[in-house]
């Protein structure tokens, strides 16, 4: 079945970029999505890219889609303590849409 | 904007118990799905319906059942709760199409089975 992968843990400095990396199996998803679950939170879903694009920037959040290698990432320019979440890569794999994630990337920031 | 609603917040249930979780989607949303999210786990789809109809089955106890009303709000039934029902249960909305299927988080349901 459909499958998406995350790495587990990231951690950066207050200022730097950070980079989240995802890889996906169904190469049939028209869109693909990232969201952000901070602790004891609901999931917010932050941005998405269509898959024709190779790239979206939305404000901080820059997503880089290559669909020869079915990776996808998600930047975080000039990363902020408040961006200290849980950071899930999504897949609409299913056949009515439902979302496949990833196990989900915690991002730490140090101020 | 309105938001997904979910009700309610928390929920403590002994085993063996039932327990009806309420999701109330976006207004004009035709779609609600359900998700379950185990301890440091990443969401699992349960079930969705569309159009009060349901669409599709993922990962759902044959002890749980689920239905959309005629208003688009739907419930989750549980019973004979488990010790390992315990997580928290998320209710997203979509329209259907919408880009893709672009989906609205509820704030979940913590439920805890003692």
């Known amino acids: 079945g459909e499958d998406v992968e995350q790495s587990l843990f990231l951690s950066v400095r207050e200022g730097d970029s950070s980079v989240i990396n995802c890889t996906y199996t169904?190469?049939?998803?028209?869109?693909l999505y990232w969201y952000k679950q901070e602790p004891g939170a609901g999931l917010q879903l932050l941005t998405y890219i269509f898959s024709n694009m190779d790239m979206k920037q939305d404000q901080r959040l820059t997503v880089l889609l290559n669909k020869k290698d079915k990776h996808l990432s998600l930047r975080i320019a000039d990363t902020q303590t408040g961006d200290s979440a849980i950071y899930f890569c999504?897949?609409?794999?299913?056949?009515?849409?439902?979302?496949?994630f990833g196990k989900g990337t915690k991002l730490s920031v140090k101020p | 904007a309105a938001g997904v609603i979910q009700s309610p917040r928390h929920l403590i249930k002994e085993k063996r118990e039932t327990a009806t979780l309420k999701c109330y989607p976006i207004?004009?949303?035709?779609?609600v799905y359900w998700y379950q999210q185990g301890p440091g786990q990443d969401p699992q789809f349960l079930i969705s319906?569309?159009?009060?109809?349901?669409?599709d089955k993922g990962s759902i106890p044959d002890r749980f059942s689920a239905q959309q009303f005629s208003d688009y709000h739907s419930e989750l039934n549980m019973s004979s709760l488990e010790l390992g029902d315990s997580a928290l249960y998320f209710c997203?909305?979509?329209?259907?199409?919408?880009?893709?299927?672009?989906?609205?988080f509820g704030p979940g349901t913590r439920l805890t089975v003692t």
């Open positions: 207004p004009r949303h035709d779609t």
């Open positions: 169904d190469s049939s998803s028209t869109y």
């Open positions: 997203a909305s979509s329209l259907n199409g919408a880009r893709g299927y672009e989906q609205y």
């Open positions: 319906f569309y159009e009060k109809m349901q669409s």
């Open positions: 999504a897949d609409p794999g299913g056949s009515q849409g439902n979302l496949i």
